[in-house]
């Protein structure tokens, strides 16, 4: 079974622009959840999403923003980039079975690198 | 307020002896943590889980631990190979969400 699937790998944009990441999750996940790694703040929850809905959202301003698919495909968007917002994007997916088991296990994606100038 | 420490950033250990990495957590509510191991420009790689109801959880040569009463859980690998070099994260969770609260990593390296 293919894993967690991200594009594009790598990015450059500049101060101002706007960015789409995209995330294909595990054939059968239903919930996907997107983090930011950056050297300084570590690893943080952005959002996650089940069945097309955010469902939880974690301490970033609105410039950043996602959506989910009917086929459980997930993209964020950074709008308005700042040089703070480089970083490693991270999209993980998990089963998510009948009422949400808090034992399923979020498998990640390798990530895109984002890099503002 | 970081839930959730890691407060050794690196560990170096001889290849074949144990490798205990250690992980503190304040949230009572988190009931499921898990470890992930992570090379740079890659995402995190799951290793294992463990549930609040256990306090020991085993899979091949990594046993993880869990101390309720300390909100201690410690990650044990043996023996160490060369291969096992990387970041190593712990996480928790809470049950009914999926966001994952992380520690800052442990860089472990596997010396020959």
């Known amino acids: 079974k293919a894993g967690v699937t991200q594009t594009p790998r790598y990015l450059i944009k500049t101060r101002g622009q706007q960015v789409t990441l995209s995330c294909s999750p595990i054939?059968?996940?239903?919930?996907v959840s997107w983090y930011q790694q950056t050297p300084g703040q570590g690893l943080q929850f952005l959002f996650e999403y089940f069945s097309e809905t955010q469902r939880n959202k974690g301490n970033f301003p609105g410039r950043f923003s996602g959506r989910q698919f009917s086929n459980s495909r997930s993209e964020m968007n950074v709008s308005t980039l700042e040089l703070g917002d480089s970083a490693l994007y991270l999209c993980a997916s998990s089963l998510l079975s009948s009422g949400g088991a808090s034992t399923d296990t979020q498998y990640f994606g390798p990530g895109t690198r984002l890099t503002v100038l | 307020d970081q839930q959730v420490k890691q407060n050794s950033p690196s560990l170096s250990v001889q290849e074949g002896r144990i490798s205990i990495l250690n992980c503190d957590y304040t949230?009572?509510?988190?009931?499921?943590f898990l470890w992930y191991k992570k090379y740079p420009a890659e995402g995190p790689t799951f290793l294992i889980s463990?549930?609040?109801?256990?306090d020991k959880n085993e899979d091949g040569r990594f046993t993880v631990f869990l101390n309720k009463s300390a909100k201690h859980l410690s990650l044990h690998i043996v023996p160490s190979q060369p291969g096992d070099s990387a970041v190593y994260f712990c996480a928790a969770k809470r049950s009914g969400a999926q966001k994952l609260v992380f520690g800052q990593g442990t860089r472990l390296t596997i010396n020959p």
């Open positions: 949230n009572s509510m988190f009931d499921y």
């Open positions: 054939s059968g996940h239903r919930s």
């Open positions: 463990i549930s609040s109801i256990k």
